[in-house]
């Protein structure tokens, strides 16, 4: 029998959707550990989860990617859940093709950057959303996987707006793991397709169906961040 994927989260921000998901079964089951660039909040919630969690101090982002690649190979690592907000080196894109999963807070590729949702809202568009991507070899411009939009209401407050896609980031990364360890998700040049997926719904594209993902319910608006 073919082992379950093994997947690490990788940080260099606080890690709050991370802490989220972490809630689930779902993700629970399938995350190896967590790796950041330094110490914080993020290691510190992963530590009480008993998962393995540790910092990996570099010189410079290639030294980070050479790090982390060492530990993906020691750990036979099959995927990185990423919130790391700089590129990846040559090497580790090279040695892990398809294989890094970045989660963008806008619907890519519009507002790419490092601050998507931010973006998105000064430019006054209409719609806004978020993309899972496997990076690829330019910053944001990866295959995607699945998106998800949302009206953009000029009379929300800009808290309101930015939880709406902190909760819709939550989701899909549950439900992406969810595919991935069923052995849906396939990879046909720089088309990714979910095995029987369903598109019945406009704000999540695949649509959700694993249970956890749905249920999934977050933290006030005020104290959500992306």
Known sequence: MTPPPRFVFVLSTAGSVMQKVLETDTVRRAVHSVLATGEGPGLAAARARDL???????????????????????????????????????????????????????????????????????????????????????MDEGKIVMQTAC??????????????IFVQQCKTLVQVVDWIAQGRMQVDGDRVTIRDALFTTPDFAPALENPEAIALVTCSPEKSSI
């Open 52 to 138: 393995p969690a540790r910092a990996l101090p570099a010189r410079d982002n290639d030294d980070f990617c050479r790090k982390l690649l060492d530990y993906v190979t020691a750990h036979d690592i099959d995927y990185i859940l990423s919130f790391y907000t700089e590129f990846y080196s040559d090497e580790i894109r090279a040695a892990l093709p398809d294989r890094i999963i970045n989660f963008h807070p806008s619907l890519l590729p519009a507002f790419k950057g490092m601050d998507g949702f931010g973006d998105g809202i000064a430019y006054h568009t209409k719609i806004i959303g978020t993309t899972v991507e496997l990076i690829k070899d330019v």
């Open 151 to 164: 009206a953009a209401d000029p009379a929300a407050a800009p808290e309101e707006m930015r939880h709406r």
